[in-house]
């Protein structure tokens, strides 16, 4: 189902703004440095007013240690990043983040004469389609463009996060039950948060239903037979612990 919550719980949206802004003023050198106690740390010796939530930070530090390196690959390397374009009303891009090995791996693959992709996003969709069944068009944007989408996602995903610390009580470490249950029985279900496309982080199996604990935050998810490509539906936001299930058309 569409999120109600995600994309605009406006009283937290400001202070998770300022935190992504703190985030990427710093070198991608002391992102790969940091954890949630030096994150603390650097936001109350550096960032004067603006308060510290007490929240899950380090699989958020993760993600943008990540994405970071990405980032920094495609500008070294003048390639384009890739994005998922959704045919929303409006049209909805969404970012997608592949670990540095993999680019890595390709990247050397391409400087061979065996190389047969037209261009990088080609190259990309193919091992991204060897994992996944994503609805819509894998487009190639610039560095800038994929980085600005993808503070958007984040500073939704950290903002459902601050909500459910001032209003639930959750702190860091704090997680909640969330059950997926999918049309096809034994499949292999997966998740992504919502702001960029990781595939491969396992959920739970066999189905149905499936269930874990996740920390707050805004997720979708995806399912499929182990070994097969999974069904992952993008368009479908679940903001956690406002929501605790899921249902998947597979």
């Keep these: 189902m569409k999120s109600g919550v995600s994309f605009g719980v406006q009283d937290y949206r400001e202070e998770a703004s ?5 985030l990427f003023d710093l070198q991608l050198s002391q992102v790969e440095r940091l954890d949630h106690a030096k994150w603390r740390l650097h936001v109350e010796n550096n960032r004067k007013g603006v308060s510290f939530p007490d929240i899950e930070w380090n699989d958020i530090l993760d993600e943008v240690r990540r994405y970071r390196q990405q980032l920094d690959f495609s500008e070294r390397h003048d390639l384009p990043m890739m994005c998922i374009e959704l045919s929303e009303d409006p049209p909805l891009h969404i970012p997608v983040s592949i670990d540095f090995d993999i680019l890595n791996n390709l990247l050397n693959q391409r400087k061979t004469p065996l190389w047969a992709f037209p261009n990088w996003i080609s190259a990309l969709e193919a091992w991204l389609k060897q994992r996944a069944s994503i609805r819509g068009n894998m487009i190639g ?9 993808f503070k958007n996602g984040l500073i939704n995903f950290i903002t459902v ?5 001032k209003k ?3 702190s860091h470490g704090s997680t909640y039950p969330f059950e997926v249950s999918t049309k096809t029985h034994g499949l292999r279900v997966y998740w992504t948060s919502a702001a960029a496309c990781r595939v491969g982080n396992v959920f739970g199996w066999p189905t149905t239903p499936v269930s874990r604990k996740l920390p707050p935050g805004t997720y979708c998810f995806g399912a499929g037979r182990p070994g097969v490509a999974a069904h992952y539906e993008m368009t479908a936001y679940y903001d956690v612990p406002a929501q605790n299930r899921a249902y998947l058309d597979v």
């Design 18 to 22: 300022l935190l992504v802004s703190a």
């Design 141 to 149: 944007y610039s560095v800038i463009d994929a980085l600005s989408l």
């Design 168 to 170: 639930r009580g959750a």
């Design 161 to 165: 996060r601050i909500e459910a610390w």
